[in-house]
């Protein structure tokens, strides 16, 4: 008996068919859009890393994600023979981080990892173009990246990230212009109702130190703040406590947390404490400088905002729409990652998008336009015979500038029609048999069949313009 | 001492800088919309494929070159501690075509793989999906693939490819779309002077047939053939001795294509040879179709065009520029490949452009546009303070249509001009200190400053025209 073959994707990828692309491809030329008009600039890194670039840069859970591709050829099985049982971990299994593996002493089955995320890469890339890249770097990039994660609803392990940083400006300005491009983004998407919530890891330091924790529990309280609006103040005092955190420290964060999204009382409550003062400064300046951006009106204080990455220096960033439980984006300053290679501080400052999250909720409340490049029209023949008269008017069509699906198979026109019914497509245009010149257009949800057009006037009966020229300048 | 930390990418690898990425987009921008007015609908697949489907499509040699992926996680290390010393060779380390590894047996090391191609994953796909795809099936895909081939010039690990194909179709109709296709996307990309050369793989086995070889002794036959304008007819000769063709063979086949690309002649020294009659019916009912396409003026009957691929069974074409060796694109018609998941025949025909060779030779022959996307403007301050006024300003230009790269830090007029001037950009914007309501412009190449421009007015001085609604319909 022949087995099954399986002609499913692997676990955890999907295929994209025709609408699926058209709808990615839709939602991604519109950020392009936006992010080309703020001055960024278009990256692209390969799929393959080097795992020593990879390696030790998302924690231990990250490495164990990383995909790792297997060496080619003899050196792989020579290192096997040679390594016999003794194997124990699968850090055995890689080129450590330092890349010193002695040789022959224990086999090296990889050398190579797919791209985990898009900012380690920009770190590298910064690094190893020093001369060649601006020293603002604007830099935008949408490509896929690849996690060994369980595969569940909404995640993959082949899934894009949406990436666009400003590396090598401390400046308010910086904030704005991401947080204004952001919003932008999703407003055009159609995500009226959109909210971006900005907060400053500054004030939080400020408020966990005046409410007198220790420095070891700064993550903590900030793991806990990060649940306050799902859990309530209440929630945060036992989580805090959970984490260790005294019944004296609770109380004074919280009392701090009680001023809400006040922040001239925060500023006051924390007194003359220096980082805590520049913070809010630098809140106050990145709210007035976003409030004449596409930001305006959507970018609100939040001092619960705590957002889970340990690297974030300065502002956070989320964005919110209505009715969705977690962030369609988020982002924030972080000073201290993109010098990684070269050992030094450089300061960035960036957004990113979840892509797959706007796509799904995109989907599910119908926010796709009605067509998304789909054919204009599909032509038909009654007779295959008249196949060159068919292709002679289909290429006036194209250079009209409509898309023509040209089918090769004799078709009846009320089969075209209801295709065309089916697929939500706009004309059907057929030939008669032996008509050389004229045809009939049928424009979907209408009654009337125009027939016998002359070839030359079927472009401007569907409504095509000539092609336009290139905008200025 | 410290050890270098290694910045560049993988070995055959390479990263995209923003003009690389722009130029790479403009065409497949071009070749987007030429499919997309042909009525291709994009697909996209993983980049992760089983290696059950990779694995026996692409010859010993492709087998080698695939890149494996390892597996995540325990089994692998207790796949290894099992197995201990005895691997023998590599084919041990990956999971069988046949996936019957007995487990325990052997250790699995990957049951992944890089995609290799985008002809295998179409040929899954439209098994997969079989209701949910149309009958006639038109895809193009425009995705990288990776091969662990040893880089060299212009040789990647990983690079793009970019296919076109008509699945579920036989009709001459097709050839001539493919090749009309085909040929627009190069002379859109400005390749004018590029030639379409087409040929058929039954007029090629008849001619050997007729010149009384045996059936065995075809491929040999084709790979000669295949050399004729690199070595004359002298050198096809003494090919086909190499490879055993006795000199009657050799004598009589030669005969046969000292008819050059005489299709009439060809056709009378054929004789009554049914297949032969066939391919040249079919050869010449895709030249008439094909001159009302773009492929007019630029399609060639070649009787020495013969193509490498064992797998085509109709025409066959090869896109071809002026002084460049090698093809630009190829393609043709495969009736067996695309069925290979469901034990069927599927008639289908492609072409396949050479994405990574078009972007060498556009730049070597200087053939982009001058401006690829880059900012209209960039918006300087001669005093930070200004921040706000500046955003207003770039949200003005911005919402006209412009692409404008606003700068954080204080820069003089002269190094902003002279920025200009380097990167070949449009104009240079700054506001004077204090100047909330006006701006000073610069055009490149140009003498005059127009300064003290009212916001409003800055816009239409560069040429900026309002943003156009889309295409009807």
Redesign the interface.
């Known amino acids: 008996v022949?087995?099954a073959?399986?002609?499913?994707?692997?676990k955890g990828?999907?295929?994209?068919?025709?609408l699926?692309?058209?709808r990615?491809?839709h939602v991604i030329g519109v950020i392009r859009e936006v992010y080309?008009?703020?001055?960024f600039?278009?990256?692209?890194?390969?799929?393959?890393?080097?795992l020593?670039?990879l390696l030790g840069k998302y924690g231990e859970e990250g490495d164990?994600?990383l995909?790792?591709?297997?060496l080619?050829?003899e050196p792989?099985?020579e290192g096997?023979?040679a390594?016999?049982?003794h194997?124990q971990?699968?850090g055995a299994?890689?080129q450590g981080r330092?890349?010193e593996t002695a040789p022959g002493a224990e086999p090296l089955?990889?050398d190579?990892g797919?791209r985990y995320d898009l900012t380690v890469p920009l770190a590298?890339?910064y690094?190893?173009?020093q001369g060649?890249?601006p020293p603002?770097f604007?830099?935008y990039q949408i490509q896929?990246v690849?996690r060994?994660d369980t595969p569940g609803k909404g995640r993959f392990?082949?899934f894009y990230q949406c990436d666009v940083d400003v590396v090598g400006?401390t400046?308010?300005?910086?904030e704005?212009?991401v947080a204004?491009a952001a919003a932008e983004c999703l407003q055009r998407l159609g995500f009226d109702d959109c909210v971006l919530r900005i907060n400053h890891r500054g004030l939080l330091r400020a408020l966990i130190e005046r409410a007198g924790l220790a420095a070891a529990q700064e993550v903590d309280a900030i793991t806990a703040i990060d649940k306050l609006d799902k859990v309530g103040l209440d929630g945060v005092a036992r989580e805090l406590e959970t984490r260790g955190v005294d019944a004296t420290g609770r109380e004074a964060l919280l009392g701090l947390l009680a001023h809400g999204n006040d922040l001239d009382a925060l500023a006051t409550a924390l007194g003359d404490h220096a980082a805590g003062a520049q913070a809010v400064a630098e809140l106050r300046q990145v709210l007035?400088?976003a409030s004449?951006?596409?930001a305006h009106g959507k970018l609100r204080f939040d001092v619960t905002l705590a957002r889970g990455l340990s690297y974030y220096t300065g502002c956070i960033f989320e964005a919110n729409v209505k009715d969705l439980a977690g962030s369609i984006g988020g982002g924030g300053r972080y000073d201290g990652l993109i010098g990684m290679?070269l050992?030094k501080q450089v300061p960035a400052c960036g957004f990113s998008l979840g892509l797959e999250r706007i796509l799904v909720v995109m989907a599910e409340r119908g926010m796709f336009p009605a067509s998304l490049?789909e054919?204009?029209a599909?032509l038909g023949l009654l007779d295959?015979a008249d196949?060159?008269a068919?292709?002679?008017l289909?290429?006036q069509l194209?250079d009209a500038?409509?898309?023509?699906?040209?089918?090769?198979?004799a078709i009846k026109p009320g089969k075209l029609r209801q295709e065309i019914e089916q697929r939500g497509l706009?004309?059907a245009i057929w030939l008669e048999p032996g008509a050389t010149e004229r045809a009939s257009l049928w424009r979907r949800g209408e009654e009337k069949v125009q027939t016998n057009l002359p070839f030359g006037a079927i472009a401007s009966a569907?409504?095509?313009?000539p092609p336009?020229a290139t905008?200025?300048?």
Chains 1, 2 share one sequence.
């Open positions: 022949a087995k073959v399986v002609t499913q994707p692997p990828t999907r295929d994209l068919l025709p699926d692309v058209r990615r491809d080309e008009a703020h001055g600039e278009p990256l692209q890194t390969p799929a393959l890393e080097r020593d670039t164990q994600l995909f790792k591709v297997l080619r050829g792989l099985v096997l023979r390594a016999g049982a194997l971990q699968p299994l890689v330092s890349g089955l990889a190579l797919l590298r890339v690094a190893a173009y060649k890249l603002l604007k830099r896929p690849w060994a392990r082949e400006s400046s308010a300005l910086v704005a212009e204004g007035e400088l004449v951006t596409p290679f050992g490049n054919p204009h599909v295959e196949a060159k068919a292709l002679r289909a290429r194209r500038g409509l898309r023509v699906d040209l089918r090769p198979k706009g004309h569907i409504g095509a313009e336009k905008v200025a300048p």
